[in-house]
């Protein structure tokens, strides 16, 4: 998990070096077909959100969307139990949540690049990502033990 993380960081991060440093111009995006120099930074963001994807298999929260809110909507309309109590869905519950922070987390990156400059909102991003990867490395088992897996 430790390493997932710490990749998953590292991939963004390079990703927003790429965008801060004058190698992806700002408006690299109006340059296609003639220049594909935005193209790797996407293609690092889409090999981190793999790795994101697979973090939320891995811990078992199969439920949780991390990259597109399509599925958990559609997971949301097919739940026998939609409309259950509060404490009786947890799965809908963590569906929710994610829903709500992901357009939250996505209405953020709007107002962090308004100006156009997306730098320092990769940046944040993969701030984040360095953070988790160092919570992981000392998070505690139920056990009271310090995981190392």
């Not at 697979?54 to 958990?72: D, K």
């Not at 107002?111 to 991003?125: A, E, H, Y």
Request: glycine content about 8%; aromatic content about 6%; charged content about 15%.
């Amino acid at each position: 998990m430790f390493l997932s993380l710490l990749l998953q960081s590292l991939l963004t991060a390079i990703a927003a070096l790429l965008s801060t440093l004058p190698i992806v111009p700002r408006d690299a995006g109006e340059a296609i077909p003639d220049n594909f120099i935005v193209l790797i930074p996407l293609v690092l963001l889409s090999i981190q959100a793999g790795g994101q994807c697979v973090v939320s298999r891995f811990l078992g929260y199969n439920e949780l969307p991390s990259i597109v809110l399509t599925s958990a909507y559609c997971d949301l309309a097919m739940d026998e139990k939609a409309f259950a109590g509060v404490t009786e869905n947890a799965k809908r519950n963590r569906r929710i949540l994610s829903m709500v922070m992901m357009v939250t987390g996505a209405i953020t990156g709007g107002f962090m690049t308004k100006g156009g400059d997306i730098g320092p909102t990769i940046w944040t991003v993969a701030a984040i990502k360095l953070c988790m990867a160092g919570v992981w490395m000392i998070w505690r088992s139920k056990d009271g033990a310090v995981r190392l897996d």
